[in-house]
């Protein structure tokens, strides 16, 4: 009989008017949730004694190193060359003669350039190390910044500098924006018979073009 009442009450729920359903509360969900760290790794921070580095025109400043648990992390910002989509492309850890390729980006913050104002874009850097890593001298180096090209920036922004590049190379490359669809679109127009479509695009599509090459190089101590 009571299952009887329950599935009566759960039917005429159901249909009821949507304007006298009860209100459906959600779980609590924390925004952030504090990483366990085991009490046998190491934890420490440093502030940096010389946290700018300038190079190829682009400022970085490493706000802070710290190690938590197995991870070092550093707070990175740099000034924006443009308003294209910048992020760190290359860099590595160095500690006890390891040299650390591998890392994770988070972005912390991000101020595009507007109104003749710089923008700048901070991330952390996370690389993962053991717990007994010797960080005593440890050395973090950003090789290059580079950017993701959006839609008609292969256009407006690299068309011209690139074509600038094969004058001067001699490539005998010749580009030109055409209507694709109602998108303008960078292609190749001419290039030398001994030159394969592939080769051509290689050259064309080079890394070099889309980035900034450093070194800004942070020399921190992280030892216990």
Do not use: H
């Not at 420490?44 to 706000?63: K, T, W, Y």
């Amino acid at each position: 009989m009571k299952k009887m009442i329950l599935l009566l009450a759960v039917f005429l729920a159901a249909c009821a008017p949507s304007g006298q359903q009860s209100p459906v509360f959600l779980p609590i969900v924390n925004a952030t949730a504090t990483a366990y760290i085991d009490s046998s790794y190491p934890s420490a921070q440093v502030q940096l004694a010389a946290p700018n580095q300038v190079a190829s025109g682009i400022e970085v400043r490493m706000e802070r190193a710290a190690v938590e648990g197995k991870s070092v992390n550093a707070d990175v910002c740099f000034t924006l060359p443009d308003t294209s989509d910048w992020g760190i492309a290359s860099a590595s850890l160095n500690y006890g003669g390891t040299i650390m390729q591998e890392y994770g980006t988070t972005l912390v913050s991000l101020l595009e350039p507007m109104d003749g104002q710089v923008g700048q874009r901070c991330d952390t850097l996370t690389f993962v190390v053991p717990p007994d890593a010797d960080l005593s001298n440890s050395v973090i180096v950003i090789d290059a910044i580079a950017a993701t090209p959006r839609g008609d920036e292969y256009c407006s922004v690299y068309m011209p500098k690139i074509q600038q590049a094969m004058l001067e190379r001699g490539t005998g490359i010749v580009l030109d924006c055409v209507d694709v669809n109602g998108l303008l679109t960078m292609q190749i127009l001419s290039k030398p018979a001994e030159m394969t479509q592939e080769q051509a695009e290689e050259i064309v599509y080079n890394p070099e073009f889309y980035s900034v090459v450093g070194p800004w190089v942070f020399t921190f101590n992280l030892s216990q």
